[in-house]
């Protein structure tokens, strides 16, 4: 049966279900992650270094994510999924395929693709290209 590796100074938060790998395979949590609050890991999961979890996401079996991946709350990954190094998923976001590409942000349902420098950070459009000499 399989086991369970959990890196140096990972965090695991209350409620955490971490399944051991079956049969044949590892369950593995990088380096340096955080796992909140009541996410469930599914078996044979493969987590890379600095990866953080937020509360309530669920890894299905055999899920791998590259190095330093953010998974927003109640995020959901399907069965065999594999994420590229420096994703982001939005909280409450269902992946249901494979993104190989690094630097992208996963939202909405199903869970599509942005790239990192097109996704909006709360401020309007009209006052992030103002320029303030106009004023």
């Known amino acids: 049966i399989g086991g369970l590796t959990i890196g140096d100074d990972c965090f695991v938060g209350s409620h955490v279900t971490l399944v051991r790998g079956s049969v044949n395979e590892n369950t593995e949590i990088g380096s340096g992650t955080l796992i909140s609050h009541g996410s469930h890991i599914g078996h044979g999961v493969r987590i890379g270094k600095l990866s953080h979890l937020a509360n309530k996401v669920a890894l299905a079996g055999n899920v791998t994510l590259g190095n330093h991946c953010f998974l927003g709350a109640g995020c959901t990954l399907r069965s065999r999924i594999t994420l590229a190094d420096n994703t982001i998923v939005g909280a409450g976001a269902s992946v249901l395929r494979d993104w190989d590409k690094p630097g992208y942000v996963l939202q909405t349902q ?25 004023d």
């Open 110 to 134: 199903p869970a599509r693709p942005f790239p990192q420098d097109q996704v909006l950070s709360g401020v309007p459009k009209s006052h992030t290209n103002k320029n303030p000499e106009q």
